[in-house]
């Protein structure tokens, strides 16, 4: 792997280091933002815009992040080491997008509104639901001895696949949120595509992480 970076062109390397570290600000940049906005604590429905934030756009890009051979905080650390940091960041994820799926839904109990009636709602249940199935994909790859008769290699580039789906779904239903009628009436203008450019340039940068490291690859032998 080292070898192969080493033969990259320098503006490739330094191009792929400022998407890096881009994303990671960027990432944190759109959570601070949406915690000033909701402002967690002053309402039940507060929480949700801040738990699925901070799911979606910090947890869940800093753990694929920290696979990123060019901007990843711990990129000396061995592959084992990362892979756990991994699964705990993932972990976060989902308790916190179990709780903000629960926030929401208690509010929606409190005020007599229907559930999941808008594409914001059917999309971010099944994120949820997604994403917890995803966690528990890894766990194979965490304990070899759980993955009897599976190749690892196949199931790193599966969990790889299925990842980046359940990153696009998380990126998905941000988006949605940001044009929800709560997001919309809190913020105009520039500002509002400007958040919305967040979420969006997060998924590129995953994706194109993602498809360098295993898509692009030469297909599997069976």
């Not at 949700?48 to 000396?76: Q, V």
């Not at 989902?94 to 808008?118: E, M, Q, R, W």
């Not at 070899?144 to 990842?163: D, E, N």
């Not at 940068?205 to 490291?213: F, L």
Request: charged share 10%.
């Amino acid at each position: 792997m080292s070898v192969r970076h080493e033969s990259e062109p320098k503006l490739y390397r330094y191009s792929r280091t400022v998407c890096g570290v881009f994303t990671h600000v960027l990432c944190a940049l759109f959570s601070g933002f949406i915690t000033v906005l909701s402002r967690p604590g002053s309402s039940l429905f507060s929480w949700h815009p801040f738990l699925m934030t901070l799911a979606f756009s910090f947890f869940m890009t800093e753990a694929i992040l920290l696979f990123n051979p060019y901007s990843s905080p711990i990129k000396k650390l061995k592959h084992k080491t990362k892979g756990r940091l991994h699964w705990i960041l993932q972990g976060l994820c989902v308790c916190c997008a179990a709780a903000g799926l629960g926030a929401i839904f208690y509010n929606k109990n409190l005020n007599d509104k229907p559930h999941f009636s808008t594409w914001h709602g059917l999309i971010g249940v099944l994120t949820v639901a997604v994403v917890g199935l995803q966690s528990l994909g890894g766990l194979p790859l965490l304990y070899p001895k759980l993955a009897k008769g599976w190749s690892l290699a196949k199931l790193k580039r599966y969990h790889a696949a299925s990842g980046l789906l359940t990153y696009l779904l998380g990126s998905l239903s941000l988006f949605l949120g940001l044009c929800s009628a709560w997001f919309s009436s809190s913020v105009s203008g520039y500002v509002w595509y400007l958040a919305v450019l967040c979420p969006v340039l997060c998924a590129l940068v995953i994706m194109s992480q993602v498809t360098n490291a295993y898509m692009a690859r030469k297909p599997m032998q069976y």
